[in-house]
């Protein structure tokens, strides 16, 4: 059983590190500030999405399994809210063609 | 060497290149954010060292607040008239100089310290039963060094004196300028409305279990002013106007409750700024509540700057 839990850790959690990875890449490759942002957002969610998950089984009580979960639905909101204002910003500097 | 060494140097590594980096940034604003992302990789070496309250310290004010009052500052530079002169060689090498002795002296301290390093952490152990908390941190700041805490809340309401000091005297009493424009962006209103009620509850429980864990007054406060800072870049709510009683009744609280039970030290414990055993710990967090609300007062008003409003009728 044990095993079974901790290869599950293993996997969630080595997907959310190659999910963070890919975003490092494109935020450092692509071409301009719109798609860095959108791959960065995207990745970034999806990648402590994973990590989260992962560390669930290892959370000693509901409670603090609970404030994971709280923690990655703060995250979501504040990249995704983030994300809306800087290419916001974009549009009106007119840097996002 | 094992993997947590290897870690904990690439970590100190990273930390010591973007300070340089931040140093050697020539927009003001690239070395802001430069400044924040080390305030939040300095928060990650606290952590390493098992200080988690100094952690979340270095998190919520050194890297957050103090980013916010950096950006702030920066946009009003900007709107001042360019200075006539850079300064000149000689000033950028004494100040060079000077910062190198600072920093040269402060490494040699730390270089030759003892091994083991002196330290306070099994007295402020062995006495914490007697205070009635769980947290040595909190037990130091509260009760064993009290007066030095109650001085350092006195500093923060004299800073933003004088941040209020440098207003024109026709605009005394009124408000600071808003900290957005008049039609904010619909995703920061959204942000501040989903985020500012869970804050709240956030920085709240991070001073309520400061009594047992990590967190306490000063992480709690922190919270609660971003929320406030946030809400009113939303322009949800606008700044205070200065003049206002309850706003001024507010931020001295901290520090004048802290010293009203410290003066009745002397009749219900028998020295200033004593606890009455056994009733140490409601007192502790009576004086807390109450300088989380000077906290929470403090850096955003901070933000905001001097008034810039008339004070109207």
């Given at each position: 059983?044990?095993?079974?839990?901790?290869?599950?850790?293993?996997?969630?959690?080595?997907?959310?590190?190659?999910?963070?990875?890919?975003?490092?890449?494109?935020?450092?490759?692509?071409?301009?500030?719109?798609?860095?942002?959108?791959?960065?957002?995207?990745?970034?969610?999806?990648?402590?999405?994973?990590?989260?998950?992962?560390?669930?089984?290892?959370?000693?009580?509901?409670?603090?399994?609970?404030?994971?979960?709280?923690?990655?639905?703060?995250?979501?909101?504040?990249?995704?809210?983030?994300?809306?204002?800087?290419?916001?910003?974009?549009?009106?500097?007119?840097?996002?063609? | 060497?094992?993997?947590?060494?290897?870690?904990?140097?690439?970590?100190?590594?990273?930390?010591?290149?973007?300070?340089?980096?931040?140093?050697?940034?020539?927009?003001?604003?690239?070395?802001?954010?430069?400044?924040?992302?080390?305030?939040?990789?300095?928060?990650?070496?606290w952590v390493?060292l098992y200080a988690p309250d100094v952690a979340?310290?270095?998190?919520?004010?050194?890297?957050?607040?103090?980013?916010?009052?950096?950006?702030?500052?920066?946009?009003?530079?900007?709107?001042?008239?360019?200075?006539?002169?850079?300064?000149?060689?000689?000033?950028?090498?004494?100040?060079?100089?000077?910062?190198?002795?600072?920093?040269?002296?402060?490494?040699?301290?730390?270089?030759?310290?003892?091994?083991?390093?002196?330290?306070?952490?099994?007295?402020?152990?062995?006495?914490?039963?007697?205070?009635?908390?769980?947290?040595?941190?909190?037990?130091?700041?509260?009760?064993?060094?009290?007066?030095?805490?109650?001085?350092?809340?006195?500093?923060?309401?004299?800073?933003?004196?004088?941040?209020?000091?440098?207003?024109?005297?026709?605009?005394?009493?009124?408000?600071?300028?808003?900290?957005?424009?008049?039609?904010?962006?619909?995703?920061?209103?959204?942000?501040?409305?989903?985020?500012?009620?869970?804050?709240?509850?956030?920085?709240?429980?991070?001073?309520?279990?400061?009594?047992?864990?990590?967190?306490?007054?000063?992480?709690?406060?922190?919270?609660?002013?971003?929320?406030?800072?946030?809400?009113?870049?939303?322009?949800?709510?606008?700044?205070?106007?200065?003049?206002?009683?309850?706003?001024?009744?507010?931020?001295?609280?901290?520090?004048?409750?802290?010293?009203?039970?410290?003066?009745?030290?002397?009749?219900?414990?028998?020295?200033?700024?004593?606890?009455?055993?056994?009733?140490?710990?409601?007192?502790?967090?009576?004086?807390?509540?109450?300088?989380?609300?000077?906290?929470?007062?403090?850096?955003?008003?901070?933000?905001?700057?001097?008034?810039?409003?008339?004070?109207?009728?």
């Amino acid at each position: 059983m044990s095993l079974a839990v901790d290869l599950f850790s293993l996997l969630a959690i080595g997907a959310g590190v190659f999910f963070f990875l890919a975003g490092t890449v494109a935020l450092l490759r692509f071409p301009d500030s719109l798609s860095r942002l959108h791959a960065l957002t995207k990745s970034d969610n999806l990648g402590l999405g994973l990590v989260v998950l992962g560390l669930l089984p290892r959370a000693g009580t509901p409670l603090s399994a609970l404030k994971l979960i709280v923690l990655w639905g703060l995250v979501q909101l504040s990249s995704a809210s983030v994300a809306q204002l800087v290419g916001a910003a974009l549009r009106r500097r007119g840097a996002a063609e | 060497m094992t993997l947590f060494d290897a870690l904990d140097l690439a970590l100190a590594a990273i930390v010591l290149g973007l300070a340089a980096w931040t140093i050697a940034a020539r927009e003001v604003f690239s070395a802001v954010v430069g400044y924040v992302a080390y305030g939040l990789l300095l928060a990650i070496v606290w952590v390493r060292l098992y200080a988690p309250d100094v952690a979340l310290m270095e998190a919520a004010i050194g890297s957050g607040v103090t980013g916010v009052l950096l950006v702030a500052a920066s946009t009003r530079l900007g709107r001042l008239p360019k200075a006539e002169a850079p300064p000149g060689a000689a000033l950028k090498i004494a100040a060079a100089a000077l910062s190198l002795i600072v920093a040269g002296l402060l490494a040699a301290a730390v270089l030759y310290l003892p091994d083991p390093a002196p330290s306070l952490a099994p007295e402020a152990d062995k006495d914490l039963a007697a205070t009635g908390l769980g947290n040595a941190v909190t037990a130091v700041l509260i009760a064993y060094r009290s007066f030095d805490t109650m001085l350092e809340k006195v500093v923060l309401v004299l800073a933003v004196v004088g941040v209020w000091s440098v207003a024109p005297d026709r605009f005394w009493g009124g408000a600071p300028a808003p900290l957005g424009p008049a039609a904010p962006e619909a995703a920061l209103v959204f942000l501040a409305r989903i985020l500012a009620p869970i804050g709240i509850v956030i920085g709240v429980q991070m001073f309520w279990v400061g009594a047992d864990d990590p967190g306490g007054a000063f992480q709690g406060g922190a919270i609660l002013a971003a929320m406030w800072i946030i809400v009113m870049m939303a322009r949800l709510a606008e700044p205070p106007r200065i003049g206002s009683g309850w706003l001024r009744l507010a931020l001295v609280s901290g520090p004048a409750v802290f010293l009203l039970v410290g003066l009745a030290g002397p009749l219900m414990a028998g020295s200033f700024f004593a606890f009455p055993a056994g009733f140490a710990k409601p007192l502790i967090l009576f004086i807390e509540a109450f300088m989380v609300l000077s906290i929470a007062l403090t850096l955003p008003l901070l933000v905001a700057g001097p008034p810039s409003r008339e004070a109207g009728p």
